[in-house]
Each structure stands twice: as structure tokens, then as C-alpha cells.
């Protein structure tokens, strides 16, 4: 199938197991790094690219060591960029994560909106109410899924997402089963996400949290253009099956085949395991 190599001018990569399988609604779609550094850096030039283009671009952001050197690639490149610029890109910043994790203070370093702080946030000075997340403290989280739905509409919609993948297909924390019409709202967490997350809570899957605040596959779907980012060995299997299956409930990831502007960026590990 026709694959994008970083490297290669203009041939596609030999079709090797993996994508000579893939479902041809992927064709053109998938972008191919040699490593994950590597990865990281071109989505983040992707993402500086288009934020230059467009200041006031909506950006819907997530976490995961997949975004760990997305983040620090896009904070490199931003730092580079002449005062002007940033200050412009800075005062017009607006960011949606995700998600975020159930009754863990905002401050509490193992947050997703911590993290995103340590990572973008502080580098970049970038104002915390334009970085925003799911408030994990809300007394009521279903009506702070609702509330932030409304922000994120109210910001005219995502522009530019980007996504990770579980190890179980999710996306943000739309965990199978899930249907394209799901909204942002709380969600019970996987048995297989807590392990994947458990890095962060001394290893313990117990001690993730239970339940988190997730966008919705309805409003991740609705952003204009969306970017899924796969890196590492540990996602082949889920990778394979992606490319395989068509739009189904048992991987929610599934559905963003769907998506008219969506591309695939993956590293060697995620393709060949
Ligand atoms: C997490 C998050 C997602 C993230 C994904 C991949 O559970 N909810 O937003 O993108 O799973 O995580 P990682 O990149 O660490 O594999």
C-alpha cells in the first residue's frame, strides 16, 4: 500500500506484512518514522507548523509517553521561533486535553494536568487557563464532562488532535466497547489501562485512579484534523488489529478511520513489533 516514508523521496516503503494487510481505507493515510525520537519530532514540527500558519488554531492534546517527546520537540521549536512570534502564539494559545484523571488534585504531580504543566505549560509560559483540561476535583464529574463539551464548542471545536493509543484501543479514555456517538463524559477505567498507566503510581495498578473525566469519540471525531501518534513495540499487536479491522465498537480507535482528515504516525517498533 501507499506509505509516506520520512526518508524515502517520494517511493513508498516495501509493503511489509503489517501494512500489505491494511484495510485500503488506510492507504496514503499513514506516515512511517525509523524511531521514536524520531516520531516525536516530526509530529511536533507538524503541530508548530500549523499553529504558525494559525494562532488562534484549537489544539486538542493529550498525554502518554507517546506525547513525551511530541511535547518537548513542539516546546524546542516554539523557544527557536523569533520573541514576536511566540509571544503571538502564546497569547492566542487554546488547548483542550483529553482527559483527566478522577478525584486527583490539579496539583497533584501524577495529573494529567501536572504533567501537561511540566511538559508544555511552564516551558512555553503558556497562561494555565488557556491549557485546559477536565477539572478531576469536580464534586459532580458528569457535569464537568458537560461543561467542558460546552467549552470546547464554545472555542468553536478542536482544530488540530492528537492521539494516542492504549494498549486495549482506546483513545483519551473511550475504553471498548465504545460507539462514534459517545460523548465527553466519566468514565470507569480498564483493568488493562490502569497497568498501562501504573508507571506513574509506583508501578501498582490499583493505584491509578478508577474513573476518569474523557472526551467523547463524538467530539474527538468532530475536530477538523486529527493526528494519531503510535510509538513502541508494546502497541504492535493493538496497531496490527488496527489497520485490519473496520470501524467496530470492540476498538474504539477503529472509528477514526471514519475521520476524512486523519493520518497515522507510527515508528518501526509500532509497525513490525
Ligand atoms: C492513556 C491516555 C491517552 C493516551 C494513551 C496512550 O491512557 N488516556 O490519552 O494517549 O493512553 O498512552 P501512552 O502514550 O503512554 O502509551
Known amino acids: 500500500m501507499d506509505v509516506r516514508n520520512l ?3 517520494g517511493s ?3 509493503a511489509r506484512e503489517p501494512l500489505a494487510e491494511a484495510l485500503p481505507g488506510w492507504a496514503g493515510r499513514i506516515v512511517v518514522a525509523e524511531a521514536a525520537a524520531e516520531l516525536g519530532e516530526v509530529v511536533a514540527a507538524e503541530v508548530a507548523k500549523a499553529l504558525r ?5 484549537v489544539l486538542g492534546l493529550a498525554t502518554g509517553r507517546t506525547m513525551e517527546p511530541v511535547h518537548a520537540g513542539l516546546v524546542r521549536r516554539l523557544q527557536a521561533l523569533p520573541s514576536g512570534e511566540l509571544n503571538t502564539i ?7 486535553n483529553l482527559d483527566e484523571y478522577v478525584d486527583l488534585a490539579p496539583g497533584d504531580p501524577r495529573s494529567f494536568g501536572a504533567t501537561m504543566r511540566r511538559q508544555l505549560g511552564d516551558p512555553l509560559s503558556i497562561p494555565p487557563e488557556r491549557l485546559q483540561l477536565p477539572r478531576g476535583l469536580s464534586a459532580d464529574p458528569a457535569a464537568e464532562a458537560l461543561r467542558y463539551r460546552e467549552a470546547i464548542a464554545a472555542a468553536g471545536g478542536i482544530g488540530l488532535q492528537l492521539l494516542g493509543l492504549g494498549h486495549n484501543g482506546h483513545v483519551g479514555f473511550n475504553e471498548p ?3 462514534a456517538s459517545a460523548v ?8 488493562s489501562t490502569r497497568l498501562q498507566n501504573g508507571g506513574l503510581f509506583g508501578g501498582d495498578p ?9 472526551l467523547g469519540l463524538a467530539e474527538i471525531l468532530q475536530a477538523r484534523r486529527i493526528l494519531l501518534v503510535v510509538s513502541g513495540s508494546s502497541k504492535a499487536p493493538i496497531l496490527s488489529r488496527l489497520l485490519r479491522e473496520s470501524a467496530n465498537p470492540a476498538l474504539p480507535a477503529s472509528w477514526l478511520q471514519t475521520h476524512p482528515h486523519l493520518q497515522l504516525w507510527v515508528d518501526r517498533a509500532a509497525l513490525d513489533g
Not at 500558519?53 to 488554531?57: H, I, K, S, Y
Not at 465527553?184 to 483493568?191: D, I, K, T
Not at 490499583?206 to 474523557?214: C, S
Open 7 to 9: 526518508h524515502g523521496s
Open 12 to 14: 513508498p516503503l516495501s
Open 53 to 57: 500558519a494559525d494562532p488562534d488554531l
Open 90 to 96: 502564546r497569547d492566542h494559545w487554546r488547548s483542550f
Open 177 to 179: 466497547p465504545c460507539l
Open 184 to 191: 465527553g463524559r466519566c468514565v470507569e477505567l480498564s483493568p
Open 206 to 214: 490499583a493505584a491509578v485512579p478508577a474513573r476518569a473525566i474523557t
